[in-house]
């Protein structure tokens, strides 16, 4: 991780207001829809969604599971989760702080959600995380983020070298298949952005990983 995560969750409550109209990228709006259909829970299902932001995938999937819980290290951007999921009138989500390698929620979950966070975390650290998350019991994990598919250090990087450390898939798909996961789908939205899913091994075929 380049910056520690109290400096990560200062500098995401101080842009927290003006978060989701800096998110309009094309590339950004694809990955957050697949991630919602693929994690596709049902009226039974309870949700978590670590990196939660201001609450986007959360409150689009809330409508469709018994459930959502969103976890994130600033406070700022769920306050204005909090104040979306308010004005749409769900009232079974919950924002609460959390951390991939250590999400404070030790209910029943059947679906782990992230979308465009995990990208901060070091591999060694991703793998912790991933890991830490199987250890919560989900049936299906779906990752949206920042990844790289080709070279990891393309001309015009996606991302910013400064604080963020994208894996590549392969690495990705290896500490989810060391976590006990299969990987089910792979979802290439630009050379440097993909969703990955993943369902507990055994219960879907495993499908190639994309290097």
Same mark, same amino acid.
């Given at each position: 991780?380049?910056?520690?995560?109290?400096?990560?969750?200062?500098?995401?409550?101080?842009?927290?207001?003006?978060?989701?109209?800096?998110?309009?990228?094309?590339?950004?709006?694809?990955?957050?829809?697949?991630?919602?259909?693929?994690?596709?829970?049902?009226?039974?299902?309870?949700?978590?969604?670590?990196?939660?932001?201001?609450?986007?995938?959360?409150?689009?999937?809330?409508?469709?599971?018994?459930?959502?819980?969103?976890?994130?290290?600033?406070? %700022?951007?769920?306050?204005? *989760?909090?104040?979306?999921?308010? =004005? !749409?009138?769900?009232?079974? +989500?919950?924002?609460?702080? #959390?951390?991939?390698?250590?999400?404070?929620?030790?209910?029943?979950?059947?679906?782990?959600?992230?979308?465009?966070?995990?990208?901060?975390?070091?591999?060694?650290?991703?793998?912790?995380?991933?890991?830490?998350?199987?250890?919560?019991?989900?049936?299906?994990?779906?990752?949206?983020?920042?990844?790289?598919?080709?070279?990891?250090?393309?001309?015009?990087?996606?991302?910013?070298?400064?604080?963020?450390?994208?894996?590549?898939?392969?690495?990705?798909?290896?500490?989810?298949?060391?976590? %006990?996961?299969?990987?089910? *789908?792979?979802?290439?939205?630009? =050379? !440097?952005?993909?969703?990955? +899913?993943?369902?507990?091994? #055994?219960?879907?075929?495993?499908?190639?990983?994309?290097?």
């Amino acid at each position: 991780m380049k910056k520690t995560i109290e400096e990560h969750a200062d500098r995401f409550s101080q842009i927290a207001a003006d978060y989701d109209e800096t998110q309009s990228s094309d590339e950004y709006r694809a990955c957050a829809s697949l991630v919602v259909d693929h994690a596709d829970p049902t009226p039974d299902d309870v949700v978590l969604d670590l990196g939660t932001g201001t609450g986007a995938i959360a409150l689009a999937l809330a409508p469709k599971a018994k459930r959502v819980v969103g976890r994130d290290i600033s406070e %700022g951007m769920m306050e204005q *989760a909090r104040k979306k999921a308010a =004005e !749409q009138g769900l009232d079974n +989500v919950e924002f609460g702080e #959390g951390r991939f390698r250590d999400p404070n929620y030790d209910g029943d979950v059947d679906i782990v959600v992230s979308n465009f966070a995990m990208h901060h975390l070091s591999d060694e650290e991703k793998r912790e995380a991933i890991q830490t998350i199987a250890d919560l019991g989900p049936r299906r994990f779906v990752l949206g983020d920042v990844m790289f598919f080709g070279e990891p250090n393309p001309d015009e990087p996606f991302y910013s070298p400064e604080v963020d450390d994208p894996a590549t898939v392969g690495m990705l798909a290896d500490a989810l298949t060391d976590a %006990g996961f299969a990987l089910t *789908a792979v979802e290439c939205v630009h =050379e !440097q952005v993909g969703v990955l +899913v993943a369902e507990r091994a #055994g219960d879907r075929d495993e499908v190639p990983s994309a290097e």
